[in-house]
DNA sequence: TAGATTGTTAATCGATTAACAATC
DNA sequence: TAGATTGTTAATCGATTAACAATC
């Protein structure tokens, strides 16, 4: 295949990959045919030539005067993001969380799929959640062979985290989704997503330990 | 008070603050008395210079070849995210997620105390999550005046998410944890925190394809 | 054609990294 | 004192914004 050069290793930027996922987000709840850079601007809180600059990264291109594709651009961030392909996924630790995660109805809308749920209480094995039966962890090896499993739900207490991440590298896992306050030590292959809610919180207490601050000034001042 | 200027109004940069939530987390999990800019960074993944740089927002200064007070950096630390002042809390949703936030036992460490779940299904109404009963969303204003909350946690469908923060937000709450996919409409002065999982999963399915794609072109190469 | 909107290059901004003098 | 480690200034890097020619 001589003159084209289709070897770059093309990184996309975290905060444009960030920002990709919230234009997908919108184009999936439009309905108009083409969509102009400053449309989608307005509508996800950014300007128009950032959406141009994120949008080069990827195959689509807009027409002047009219616009992008949206149904080609929707098609390219699914792409993008595996939304179309079903990925099976296995959840560790059948408490509270667990349990929300396993009938969170969102999942199917990004092709995700969890197809066996673990715990290690002798207790809970056999019970159900929604439509699974918990198993005991020493079923994850047969598991993850039989359904090619690739990514891991670690929701156990924080202090046996590291250990059923353990587990899960041990048996193939190469994708994990941590939402444990844990920080997992992992190889380098093995990608770990946290879902810290503490950090979340601490956000949220720190805008309004600001925002009384800033009240106290004003009054003073 | 003349000399000196104490009407600075610094912001500390998300990165940083982000890391600064970091370091707070390692400082909670050690037991020395003195801590250098380089076991930091060693120790949460980034370098002696940003460390130093990051805790120059701080007042808390180190002393040349003896490193920071860990105990002083973790209490100023947690002045700076407000974490030993209790905050109340209420959660709108009792589902399955909102059950699981009830039972988070991590949250009081974060000085964060959920008073009041409510939920609009009359069926559910006076069922108990815990210790606490399910109450109407009627009751909603009279708690928040009550206990003074300032914090509401979202986890409704995702159809009802805006018509609930349209409700908090005219109770008076002015920081709002949304675990819902919807955009939230809020004025100004209230903050909006999102815990939007599908983002995540987006972003570990984006690393996987990314992966797969990777070994593809290394066996073609 | 005239006008709107894209795609891209250049300028700006902000954050990170490097370097090094100050100091315990 | 000598050496380690801080605190800060300057250089670098990367991402955002501005500007504008290309084009439908």
Known sequence: MPGQQDKEPIVIPKPTLDRLKLYHRLLNEIEQKY???DEIAQRVGTNAEQVRKDLTYLKTTGKPKVGYDVAQLRQELE??????????????GAGHLGSALVNYPGFANYGIEIVAVFDNDPRKIGMFIGELSILPMKDLARVIKRFRVEIGIIC???????????????????????????????????????????????????FLEMKKQKMQESQRG
């Not at 792409?79 to 560790?92: P, S, Y």
């Open 35 to 37: 969509i102009s850079s």
């Open 79 to 92: 792409e993008l993001f595996g939304v179309k392909k079903t990925t099976k996924v296995i959840l560790v």
């Open 156 to 206: 156990v207490p924080k202090d046996s985290a590291q250990q059923v991440a353990d587990i899960l590298v041990s048996n193939g896992i190469k994708g994990i989704w941590n939402f444990t306050p844990a920080r997992l030590v992992v190889p380098d292959d093995v990608f770990v997503v946290d879902e810290d809610m503490s950090q979340s919180l601490l956000t949220l207490k720190h």
